[in-house]
Structure formats: C-alpha cells, structure tokens
Nanobody, 115 residues
C-alpha cells in the first residue's frame, strides 16, 4: 500500500521560509517522479515542482528562484524548500509520485502566508 505523508506546513509571514517534507512508503521510491502541487481556495490544483528519477527538475514560473525541490532516495523522501514566501503561495500543498499509469497523492499540508 502506497502512503505519502506530508509535513512542515504552517503559518509564516510574507518573506519568510518553510520547508515541506514528504515521506513515502510502499513504493520503490527511486524510480518515480516526485512532485509537489498546491491548491489555493477556489482554484484548481497546480504544479509547483517536480523531480524525475534522473534528478531533472521542473518548476512553475511563479516559484522559480524561490522554491527548491530535493529528494533523498535512501530516506524515501522529497522536500520542498520555500523561500521569499508571498501571500499568493497560500494553499494546501500535496506530495505526488508518478510513474507511467501509477499516480499517488498525499493528503496535503496547509501553508498560510500572512502577516
């Protein structure tokens, strides 16, 4: 059974930083593309960042230069370092793993950027 558990969300002031972590179990982690997505209130879920099994990364334009995705295959974990946070980054952040037709989601962690 595949499980993805996110952690690290919370309330942060504009300009601040947060680090999200996702622990995966039940999969051969290193062969999957890992990613972070987010869904703001009233909006559709959108891609934030992904990292392939070959460590190629892809970022949404809105987070380039501010967010960094990383993975640790030994720990079956993927992190998202978020710097220079803005109010518009407020959303529920979801961890995702995918490979071909296999696509799994975590339950999400809330990030609120507010003064």
């Amino acid at each position: 059974q595949v499980q993805l558990v996110e952690s690290g969300g919370g309330l942060v002031q504009p300009g601040g930083s947060l680090r999200l972590s996702c622990a995966a179990s039940g999969i051969f982690f290193s062969i999957y593309t890992m990613g972070w997505y987010r869904q703001a209130p009233g909006k559709e879920r959108e891609l934030v960042a992904t990292m392939t099994s070959g460590d190629s990364t892809n970022y949404a334009d809105s987070v380039k230069g501010r967010f960094t995705i990383s993975r640790d295959n030994d720990k079956n974990a993927v992190d998202l370092q978020m710097n220079s946070l803005k109010a518009e980054d407020t959303a529920v952040y979801y961890c995702n793993v995918k490979r071909y037709s296999m696509n799994y989601w975590g339950k999400g962690t809330l990030v609120t950027v507010s003064s």
